[in-house]
């Protein structure tokens, strides 16, 4: 691998960015990221020597065994925490914080209890005091987009879990962030209302086109979702594997049957396990 001289770029330092990285269209970029968790029992190496590469517009899935890290690194892309050691950019850019182009799906229910469903979908472009019928088109768009037109009303105690997460990931959309964090976003969901978060997200995704970086424990959901699967190992945790997915781009749930899904399920199974 080349490596390009140290250089200023936005006020950061591209020290060690491979040229590959710098010609292609990539989003976010890390190397050698490090995270040491202090507490007074000690120092714990979460992740050491992580090499991260995601394109714009890519649909990347991050698999891996419970504790190698995922959460770790998908909350320090989101800005909501900092690597320890090694370089993380987006953009060309470090992260030094939260920002409106990344908008997070976190596992467990996060919507505002207090507000409707539209209001929750319409969190940010309040915050952004964005004119009131402009953010009531997008509202409406997401209300569609995600089935949920008749419920625009009704709280979140009102709803289902898998209706809950349509709206948590209407909401992230509705900022338009370029960046799409999702961290197990469809784990506490049935098989058969999976499926259909899953093949949602991914006409989601083909028409707003934002960067999808998605953490989960289902490799069936990885090899259905991603266009490249990158597989952590523990101990401490790091990236072993970028696993490439050519399947075609329209997923349709019958994908799941054909033996192209099988083997590449099966490869992502061998590299977990070795
Ligand atoms: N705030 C923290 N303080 C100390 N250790 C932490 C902290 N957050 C995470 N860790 C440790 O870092 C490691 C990675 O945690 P992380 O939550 O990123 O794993 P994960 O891959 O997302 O796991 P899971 O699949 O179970 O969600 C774990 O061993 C965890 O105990
Ligand atoms: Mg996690």
């Known amino acids: 691998m080349f490596f390009k001289r140290r250089e200023k770029n936005n006020g950061c330092s591209t020290a060690g960015r491979p040229i590959s990285a710098q010609l292609a269209n990539v989003k976010i970029w890390g190397h ?12 714990y190496h979460a992740l050491e020597g992580l090499d991260f590469e995601v394109l714009d517009n890519d649909f990347v899935c991050i698999v891996g065994p419970s504790g190698c890290g995922k959460s770790t690194l ?8 900092f690597p320890t050691g090694g370089v993380l950019m987006i953009d060309n850019r470090e992260i030094t914080g939260p920002g409106a182009d990344r908008g997070m799906v976190f596992q467990t229910y996060t919507l505002f209890p207090w507000m409707t469903v539209a209001e929750n979908i319409g969190y940010g472009l309040r915050l952004k005091r964005m ?11 997401y209300l569609k987009a995600i089935g949920l037109e008749k419920f625009r009303d009704a709280y979140p105690k009102e709803l289902s879990g898998g209706m ?6 209407a909401r992230a959309l509705a900022n ?6 999702m961290d197990e976003p469809f784990g506490a969901l049935d098989p058969q209302t999976k499926s259909q978060m899953q093949l949602l997200l991914r006409e989601i ?3 707003e086109k934002p960067t999808v970086i998605f953490v989960t424990h289902d490799i069936d959901e990885a090899v259905f979702l991603a266009n490249k699967i990158c597989i952590m190992s523990a ?18 749930l019958e994908l799941k049957d054909t033996p192209e899904f099988f083997e590449l399920r099966k490869k992502v199974n061998a590299c977990i396990k070795g």
């Open 164 to 169: 809950k997460q349509r709206v948590a990931i």
């Open 176 to 181: 338009s962030p370029e960046v799409l964090l």
């Open 74 to 81: 998908l909350r320090m892309i989101a800005g909501l925490d």
């Open 205 to 207: 995704w083909q028409v």
């Open 235 to 252: 101990n401490p945790g790091k990236i072993i594997k970028e696993q490439p997915v050519h399947l075609p781009y329209e997923r349709i």
């Open 131 to 141: 004119k009131k019928e402009e953010s009531e088109k997008i509202i409406q768009k």
């Open 32 to 43: 050698q990221i490090e995270k040491v968790y202090s507490s007074k029992k000690g120092e």
